[in-house]
């Protein structure tokens, strides 16, 4: 198999190159060489996807069974992608988000959920995170003259996050002492690992599959709770979990998402939050890792490394977390109800 990954050096998109060398494939990468460092092993052309001589350049002369998309966030940007890659490869692989989805969080949601309204040739004025993936979804659909493989994470962890939301955490649990947990310990929910995410990919990729799957982990793989129990023991520090309840926390302006990364006060709007889905992926092939393994992995990968230069090369990673001052105050009030 010869596989294009436009991306290919953080994260997903480095979870797939690494998965695509383990099975022997032949790998190109096609990035600017700004946002990480490349997997030995493969080919990589340099160049941005946002200049039509750079994608001229990257398809002269080449072919790929497929295309693996993990970094287009802007409809005629991956438009511009699609139309330069037709006839260059059989699939291409567009990684989506479950955000495309206009019912979500609101709704339960399957393959079948509405998408959000937008262009395949809107340009990043023209809305917000999910309504661009819609339209970048379109974009592949109406542009690459082939198979198009439409897949729409969930809630994606793993060794080299470039989020901060599981590093948030670990870097937290691993300082000790009394931690704010939020709402409800019991909460269901669904985390899904990069790395079954890349194999999953690659496996209908071999397939030549022109379809859509959406892909997380299956209902109430873990709990809140457990999650970040898994967290405590990973790190083998000394973490007290205080479990403050979702109306406190909201009284004392915690941000859902970022402050206490993957909270979210479940009411009205949010009832579909931890309910997307999964049995079309289950059925194609889908197979989901323990979340104890992800976060025991990501922990292996992170606690050793330099987190000032991490936070400095992902800024992503500066929004996550509870100021310690804020978290001691909110302690304090916890304890004086």
Request: aromatic share 8%.
């Amino acid at each position: 198999m010869r596989i294009l990954v436009i991306g290919g050096s953080v994260f997903l998109g480095r979870a797939i190159v690494e998965e695509a060398l383990r099975r022997g494939y032949e790998v190109t990468t096609f990035n600017r060489g700004k946002s990480g460092e490349d997997v030995p092993g493969v080919t990589a052309v340099r160049g941005d996807r946002e200049v039509d001589a750079d994608l001229a350049a990257l398809a002269e002369g080449r072919e790929w069974d497929a295309i693996v998309d993990v970094c287009g966030f802007t409809p005629r940007v991956v438009a511009a992608s699609a139309r330069a890659l037709s006839g260059h490869a059989a699939t291409y692989a567009y990684i989506s988000s479950v955000s495309a989805i206009s019912t979500w969080p609101a709704e339960h949601v399957d393959e079948s959920a509405p998408l959000w309204e937008c262009s395949p040739d809107a340009g990043p004025e023209d809305g917000d995170y999910g309504i661009l993936k819609a339209g970048c979804e379109r974009a592949v659909e109406r542009y690459f003259e082939g198979n198009a493989l439409i897949l729409q994470p969930g809630l994606i962890l793993g060794p080299w996050e470039n989020v901060g939301r599981l590093p948030s955490w670990l870097r937290r649990i691993s300082r000790g002492g009394r931690v704010v947990a939020p709402g409800d310990p019991e909460l269901p929910m669904q985390l899904i690992d990069a790395r079954d995410i890349a194999a999953f990919t690659l496996d209908q990729a071999v397939k030549s599959t022109g379809d859509r799957f959406m892909l997380t982990g299956p209902a109430g793989n873990t709990t809140f709770g457990r999650w970040l129990t898994d967290c405590v023991e990973a790190t083998g520090s000394d973490a007290e979990l205080v479990w403050v309840d979702d109306r406190f926390l909201t009284d004392h302006e915690v941000q859902p998402w970022t402050e206490l990364p993957l909270w979210m006060p479940i009411g009205a709007g949010e009832a579909g939050v931890w309910g997307v889905m999964t049995g079309k992926a289950e059925a194609a092939g889908l197979r989901c890792r323990p979340v104890s393994e992800t976060v025991r992995d990501t922990w292996d990968w992170l606690k050793d490394r330099d987190h000032a230069a991490l936070e400095e090369r992902l800024p992503h990673w500066r929004r996550h977390g509870l100021a310690p001052d804020k978290e001691a105050r909110i302690l304090s009030d916890w304890d004086a109800r």
